[in-house]
């Protein structure tokens, strides 16, 4: 049988090179880039000369980015550019996916839809922008699908604080059979001196060592609570919490079936400080499942805490998941309903410097405060008045609910007018009055 020699437009820049040698050689490997390295172009074509040289039948690749809808915009026509001029080729647009004439496939998923992966077998795989995903995309879904074919991951992106992203990076780093590399600009050359110059002068130091110099101690851009966490840590209130028997201790949930339901386990002393000794999370599971996590922790509690969408009574059965949850033990209080977005914001940030944290127990709702952030309007170039709803809003939902039941609000001109504009924009009767939260223990105003 002949051999086809076939050339793609693609020669990899000495830098480029190492990865692909790296990962050639290596099972897993990091690589932490600046931006504009070439790190796509880099992975497709690591992608598709596996999938053209793997001899297991039915080879399968999957290229991962953090959404389905970013993965097509930044890798879909890279794919087929360097698939073109092979002969056999078929790209189905529709799949966003390559069959090779060998058997192999490379396709394009979305880590914003795990469920699209599970029952599937992979070969290979790189996760792009690994930092923007889900903290248990890599452990509970992409790892198991790997794991009979023997396939390898390549975990690619730019810092963007301290997350699975940069947890993946210390593992890479101690771990002897893993490739790790980390290209900044500074040193790569690929960009021109006076064009970083240009890009420093016009970014926040912050933007400029996250984007640029690979700094993972950089704030997220946008972070809604970035100089709390930064004060907390610099405090030295991140850090070994026991549990304390002689206080109860109190839950914060954020209730999901779909998404993440989020607990926060606090106790509250007479002065105030508020101590979170336990964090817990966890997707697609239902209230028996947390009853028996409460019962594990064998904690003496207090109040169960729920937000007040938890009396909405289903259609079908006509209860309450408030009702549902007391059959099973759980006696919850509704939170008070907190009247806009900004209030709840304003109670998190005035409670955060009272709160110490238990660093290891504590660590994933950590995560959730310091990755919870505004989400940015391209078009006109400045954040909104939103944050973005993605893995990290469900620990900082379930903690401004947390905040919110310690807070007072003060009457305040401005902010009753703001509120009542808030009303008038979504249509609330402006007759119908919500409910002010109680001043409880550790309450301040």
Known sequence: MGVTEVVIP???????RRLHEGMDAHRFGVAVCHRRFGKTVCAINQLQKAALLCEKPRPRFAYIAPTYTMGKAIAWDYMRHYAAPIPGVVTNISELRVDYPNGGQCR?????????????????????????????VFSEVIRPLISDRLGWVLFIGTPNGKNQFYDIVQQAQRTKDWFFAEYRASQTGLIAPSEL???????????YAQEFECSFEASVKGAVYAREIIQAREAGRITRVPYDPALPVDTDWDLGVGDATAIWFSQTL?????????????????????????????????????????????????????DAARQIGIEFQVSPKVETLEDGVHAARMLLPRCWFDADKTARGLECLQHYRWDFNTRINEFKHLPVH????????AFRGLAYRHYTPKYSPERQAAREVKRAQRDYDPYDRVRQPKKGRGGYG
């Open 10 to 16: 693609y020669s990899p820049r000495p830098l480029q």
């Open 108 to 136: 394009i998923y979305g880590a914003d839809n795990p469920d699209s992966l599970r029952g599937i077998y992979l070969d290979g795989v790189v996760l792009d922008e690994y930092g923007l995903m889900a903290p248990n």
């Open 197 to 207: 110059e240009s890009a420093r002068q016009s970014m926040t130091a912050d933007e």
């Open 270 to 322: 007479y002065s105030g400080e508020v101590r979170l000794i336990d964090y817990y999370e966890n997707t697609g599971q239902g209230l028996p499942h947390y009853r028996q996590v409460l019962n594990a922790k064998n904690y003496t509690y207090g109040t169960h805490w729920a937000p007040h969408d938890i009396q909405v009574r289903e259609m079908t059965s006509g209860h309450t998941r408030l």
């Open 390 to 397: 993605d893995w990290a809003s469900h620990g900082a939902d």
